[in-house]
């Protein structure tokens, strides 16, 4: 492994409630099919927050 890429996964996993960069799909899913849903009819122009908790540290 090339040495950014050990400090960019270094600073990426020690930061934030979950300890890593990315969600697994099967994280994300379930957002996707509920804004896609018509329970998601009324909402507009908001943001969905799907981050582990990473802007709430």
Do not use: W
Not at 16 to 33: H, N, T
Request: hydrophobic share 35%; net charge positive.
């Amino acid at each position: 492994m090339r040495r950014s890429s050990r400090r960019t996964r270094s600073r990426c996993t020690s930061r934030g409630p979950r300890r890593r960069c990315f969600a697994l799909p099967e994280e994300i899913a379930p957002s996707v099919v509920f804004l896609a849903s018509d329970a998601a009819s009324f909402i507009t122009g908001s943001v969905l927050v799907a981050d582990g908790g990473y802007t709430a540290v």
